[in-house]
């Protein structure tokens, strides 16, 4: 079992950057791909990123690609969401997922119904 508590939101002016965190409890966090979703008011939660087992593998949306960065902290149980050259668009709730893997593979899931394990959210705002 993994608990996930994000941190970092905030209201941001467009061009602007941010940095997200994921922290989760337990000792087998090494263990969970670690993913990142979003949902903006009266939309469905879409895919932002994920992260493999050792985080050499990763996976990006198309609207984020290039500007956002996923990466994770296997010694401080953390990963991390910077994203950089912020879009009114970017505005949402954004959430941390994890998702327990027997394998660093390099295929990681996109879909939100494959994560078993959900944090509560943190805001995230940008001004045009």
């Known amino acids: 079992q993994v608990q996930l508590v994000e941190s970092g939101g905030g209201l941001v002016q467009a061009g602007d950057s941010l940095r997200l965190s994921c922290a989760a409890s337990?000792?087998?966090?090494?263990?969970?791909?670690m993913g990142w979703f979003r949902q903006a008011p009266g939309k469905e939660r879409e895919f932002v990123a994920a992260?493999?087992?050792?985080?050499?593998?990763?996976n990006y949306a198309d609207s984020v690609k290039g500007r956002f960065t996923i990466s994770r902290d296997n010694a401080k149980n953390t990963v991390y969401l910077q994203m950089n050259s912020l879009k009114a668009e970017d505005t949402a709730v954004y959430s941390c997922?994890?998702?327990?893997?027997?394998?660093?593979?390099?295929?990681?899931?996109?879909?939100?119904?494959?994560?078993?394990?959900w944090g509560q959210g943190t805001q995230v705002t940008v001004s045009s």
């Open positions: 337990g000792r087998t966090f090494s263990s969970y791909a």
């Open positions: 992260i493999s087992l050792s985080g050499r593998n990763t």
């Open positions: 997922a994890a998702v327990w893997a027997p394998l660093d593979r390099p295929i990681l899931p996109m879909s939100a119904q494959t994560y078993g394990h």
